[in-house]
């Protein structure tokens, strides 16, 4: 009874911390429009090139600081198709949102975001 209890205390914990995370996601999430619109660029490519650049290193360095680096690389040889698509659909939906910041405002890009299953 007493692995019962500590299981269901271990996944409530784990509920809040997931919850918690979700949240800073979002939040974190909704200010990218109005940061991008702040930037001085003349070329939303230029925009795209820079934001893919600083997440880049930031996703390496996160893994080499969470998991080393033999463990950064077996998880990037180890991700095979689906993790190429992923990234594949993460980079169209990320410049997509920086080129759409070009032709119409912000509200209008997170509102088809929020549609979105």
Known sequence: MTSTLADSEKSSGERERGVALVFASALTW???????RFIA??????????RSVWAALFLIAFMLVRDGS???????RGMGLPGVAVAAFM?????SFI????Y????????MQAGVP
């Open 30 to 36: 909704s200010f990218g429009g109005a940061i991008a």
């Open 41 to 50: 660029a003349s070329d939303s490519w230029t925009i795209v090139f820079w």
């Open 70 to 76: 033999r463990g950064t690389i077996a998880l990037i």
């Open 91 to 95: 980079a169209t939906g990320s410049t």
């Open 99 to 102: 080129i759409a910041l070009s």
């Open 104 to 111: 119409t405002t912000v509200a209008n890009i997170l509102l």
